[in-house]
């Protein structure tokens, strides 16, 4: 009588291993892909919740509030006249300092040490590249009725721009309209790792 044995032969199991290691080389680069998209998007979920959150209280305090590009102290708004990136620094959001006129001082004063938010660095390589050739380049300031303002008090719309220096991927506008309202939208286009 014959005893039958069960399991893999050599062959078998090499295929198998094959097979393996193809789905994972296929596999691994569009998970990383997906990883890397994800973060863009949480990124860009928790600026517009930033604004939003300003927005809100400018409209509940009856105060103007203020999202804007981080001093290097990280304590108080820089001004166009410092240099660097929103990257290295964050951003700020605070109540303005001085809410009865329409002449902004550039300083998020709470009444405390520290502003309400403090929006750090995203990391993992993504980048806020905030609007250019405007006068909201340092700052959006929200008025009690919920609609925004440049530096000179002026109301117009804004948006920023978040990609990843990390992958080449889609970024993802925030766009700011001038009644407050915030939207998240895909850029139509891949948006170049070394061009972010």
Partial sequence: MRT???????????VTVMLMGVLM???????????????????AYRLAGDLNL???EAVRTG??????????????????AEAGGWQ?????????????NQVIDNDPNTGAPNPMRRGE???????????????????????PDGTIRDSAGRRGSASFQLCSTDT??????????????????KTDTVIQATSC
């Avoid at 105060?63 to 166009?80: E, S």
């Avoid at 620094?89 to 009865?100: E, K, N, Q, R, S």
């Avoid at 390589?125 to 340092?138: E, R, V």
């Avoid at 991927?169 to 998240?184: K, L, Q």
């Fill in 88 to 100: 290295a620094t964050g951003y700020l959001v605070g109540i303005d300092a001085a809410p009865t």
């Fill in 121 to 143: 660095d995203f990391g993992f390589g993504i980048q806020i590249n905030p609007p250019t050739a405007t006068t909201f380049d340092t700052a959006i300031w929200f008025r």
């Fill in 63 to 80: 105060q103007t509030t203020v999202l804007c590009h981080a001093d290097a102290a990280g304590t108080q708004c820089r001004t166009a």
């Fill in 25 to 43: 080389a296929v596999g691994l680069p569009a998970m990383s892909h997906m990883v890397k998209e994800s973060r863009l998007s949480s990124a």
């Fill in 4 to 14: 039958h044995h069960s399991g893999f032969t050599l062959i078998e199991l090499l």
């Fill in 168 to 185: 080449d991927a889609e970024g993802r506008v925030i766009e700011v309209s001038s009644t407050g309202a915030v939207r998240i939208e």
């Fill in 54 to 56: 300003a927005r809100a």
